[in-house]
T-cell receptor, first 114, second 111 residues
Framework: QQQVKQSPQSLIVQKGGIPIINCAYE??????FPWYQQFPGKGPALLIAIRPDVSEKKEGRFTISFNKSAKQFSLHIMDSQPGDSATYFCAAPRGGYNTDKLIFGTGTRLQVFP | DAGITQSPRHKVTETGTPVTLRCHQTENHRYMYWYRQDPGHGLRLIHY???????DKGEVSDGYSVSRSKTEDFLLTLESATSSQTSVYFC??????????FGDGTRLSIL
């Protein structure tokens, strides 16, 4: 039972572009939204996370924007680089806490060409 | 890295055989998780543990069992492997109120 819907499935941009990945959720009990980055052969690594009491959070070139009324959150990568090529997952914990069971989106494969 | 070791990293086995995957942590974290990753499904939680001998089911627990007899080890067992259990399995750990950190996975093929 998918409760976090992620799009697009894949994304190709040129270096310097701003890829945007979107996630929509249904369960209003979700209270913490992490994004994970995964390189081939590696496990997912926490990239950035947001709580719905803020509308935007930036960490370096990565920004999460949050729209509580639309139940959507998005990842923007500013000035994208070939090293950003990876698969990105959004997630939400069922009970709203970091340690709760995470529900993942289906992932977005990003390719950044020089 | 978060001090998580998964073993084996790769395994090929036959349908009907038992398989045990091991997750070992050196962080002394309370919470441990097993996920499977399949194309088109993202990561799905199989089982998790919130302490020694305390475990609970995730969203895809059928056909899997777990055990945690020590804080540092969390074992995932497929009692009788089926081809539908071919997947990449990830272990994750977390401390209280902290994000989950993942190991590098075990690629399991069941023929």
């Amino acid at each position: 039972q998918q409760q976090v819907k992620q799009s697009p499935q894949s994304l190709i941009v040129q270096k310097g572009g701003i890829p945007i990945i979107n996630c929509a959720y249904e369960n209003t009990a979700f209270d913490y939204f992490p994004w994970y980055q995964q390189f081939p052969g590696k496990g997912p690594a926490l990239l950035i996370a947001i709580r719905p009491d803020v509308s935007e959070k930036k960490e370096g070139r990565f920004t999460i924007s949050f729209n509580k009324s639309a139940k959507q959150f998005s990842l923007h990568i500013m000035d994208s680089q070939p090293g950003d090529s990876a698969t990105y997952f959004c997630a939400a914990p069922r009970g709203g806490y970091n340690t709760d069971k995470l529900i993942f989106g289906t992932g977005t494969r990003l390719q950044v060409f020089p | 890295d978060a001090g998580i070791t998964q073993s084996p990293r790769h395994k090929v086995t036959e349908t009907g055989t038992p398989v045990t995957l091991r997750c070992h942590q050196t962080e002394n974290h309370r919470y441990m998780y097993w996920y499977r990753q399949d194309p088109g499904h993202g990561l799905r939680l199989i089982h998790y543990s919130y302490g020694v001998k305390d475990t609970d089911k995730g969203e895809v627990s059928d056909g899997y069992s777990v055990s945690r007899s020590k804080t540092e080890d969390f074992l995932l067992t497929l009692e009788s492997a089926t081809s539908s259990q071919t997947s990449v399995y990830f272990c994750a750990i977390s401390a209280s109120n902290q994000p989950q950190h993942f190991g590098d996975g075990t690629r399991l093929s069941i023929l």
